[in-house]
């Protein structure tokens, strides 16, 4: 029988998520796969290059939501996204990750009656004041199909009173995404075009609101990163929302010896980058997972994180915002880097072909 399934994605880690699953939609001739990009991220080096380079064709449709509070952004999706539910009739439809438009979305078509699969479900950092957090939970709560990236996310589930047979355990699209593109991102040879090929460089990347909005924070972390370029060269591509706060708290990019300061980059020249990294020093998710799959050593500057196997089977380690802490973290990441890459329970390549298996032949993963 044929279905319509609707995805529904907004910011840069949802495309991520979404491309491995397109894929394996696209080779089912059963299932008509529609598209929308709510416009959440709009730049083109946070959106275009990232459809670009996970080789996603173009959403069907752009609701254009733009930035705004998080009330603001919520409801626009949520005001833009229901006539078109309404209008194309979708059997299921799928949402991904933890930002603004994936909760919205789920709200959207719970309350139409339609059934709502998401894609990463049951992580929890129970850190409410993360944004991250209540868009989870409010995801789970109102998902028909829960689709878990670990064994972890199942326990939480099962925890909140989800029923088993909801619950898929399918592994991690992210390294579904990783796996497709690390022959094109060993080809891409980043390291070398920013001058760092053969050293052990640290990536970076910081832009949660807890690390980013309050200046004193904010400049206790260039400070550190300006004392790690002492060591070695510290590359750091920057979020716009990280830019902003850099501006207004009057930071201002300055030459720093040995650190530089980058726009956001594409998938494929950051996993690049990252594939040969000394280190990582992030407060992504994403790059969390990523590092964990790769061996590469990841200093994760958060009091907690919603993705505990990177710490307990991975290479992750969590510091606080704190320049001797992360400093410390930074010398022992690099002591102690595993001789071969953690092996994670279904993080393995194939967690898209498992939901499509899920949704299309009623298949179970436990
Ligand atoms: C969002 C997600 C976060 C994810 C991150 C990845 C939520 C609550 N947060 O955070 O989980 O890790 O994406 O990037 O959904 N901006 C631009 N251009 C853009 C988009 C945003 O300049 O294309 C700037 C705007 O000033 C905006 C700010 O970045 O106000 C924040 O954007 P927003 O989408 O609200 O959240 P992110 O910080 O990107």
Redesign the pocket.
């Known amino acids: 029988m044929s279905s319509t399934v609707l995805s529904v994605v907004?910011?840069?880690?949802n495309f991520m998520k979404l491309a491995p699953l397109a894929r394996a939609l696209a080779a089912r001739p059963t299932v008509h796969h529609i598209v929308v990009h709510t416009g959440?991220?709009?730049?083109a080096?946070?959106?275009d290059a990232f459809f670009r380079d996970l080789d996603i064709v173009p959403p069907d449709c752009n609701l254009g939501v733009?930035?705004?509070s998080?009330g603001q952004?919520t409801g626009a999706v949520m005001q833009r996204l229901e006539p078109l539910c309404v209008e194309l009739r979708p059997d299921v439809v799928i949402v991904y990750?933890?930002?603004?438009?994936?909760m919205a979305a789920a709200l959207v078509a719970a309350k139409l009656g339609t059934r709502v699969a998401h894609v990463e479900a049951g992580l929890r950092s129970r850190d409410w004041s993360?944004?991250?957090e209540i868009?989870r939970v409010v995801t789970d709560r109102v998902s028909d199909l829960l689709f878990a990236p670990s064994r972890d996310a199942v326990v939480n589930l099962r925890a909140e009173g989800v029923s088993a047979e909801r619950i898929h355990f399918v592994g991690n699209v992210m390294i579904d995404s990783l796996v497709a593109a690390l022959p094109a991102a060993r080809e891409a040879n980043a390291p070398s075009r920013y001058g760092v090929a053969g050293c052990p460089y640290t990536l970076v990347t910081l832009?949660?609101?807890s690390n980013v909005d309050d200046p004193v924070v904010l400049g206790e972390l260039v400070e550190t990163l300006t004392a790690l370029a002492v060591h070695a060269p510290v590359l750091f591509p920057v979020?716009?929302?990280t830019?902003?706060r850099l501006e207004a708290a009057g930071l201002v990019r300055a030459p720093v010896p040995g650190l530089q300061w980058l726009d956001?980059l594409p998938y494929l020249d950051m996993l690049s980058l990252v594939l040969a990294a000394g280190v990582v020093v992030t407060d992504?998710?994403?790059l969390q997972e990523e590092t964990s799959y790769l061996g590469v050593p990841c200093v994760t500057v958060r009091p907690g994180t919603e993705r505990p196997i990177t710490c307990l089977e991975g290479t992750n380690r969590l510091v606080p915002p704190r320049r001797d802490a992360i400093e410390r973290a930074v010398l022992d990441a690099r002591r102690t880097r595993p001789s071969a890459p953690p092996v994670i329970e279904r993080w393995d390549g194939d967690a898209a072909g498992r939901i499509a298996a899920v949704l299309c032949d009623g298949n179970r993963f436990d």
């Open positions: 907004g910011a840069r880690p959440q991220h709009y730049d080096e946070l959106s733009g930035s705004g998080h952004q990750g933890d930002v603004n438009s994936t993360m944004p991250e868009n832009h949660r609101p979020h716009p929302r830019r902003a956001p992504s998710g994403g």
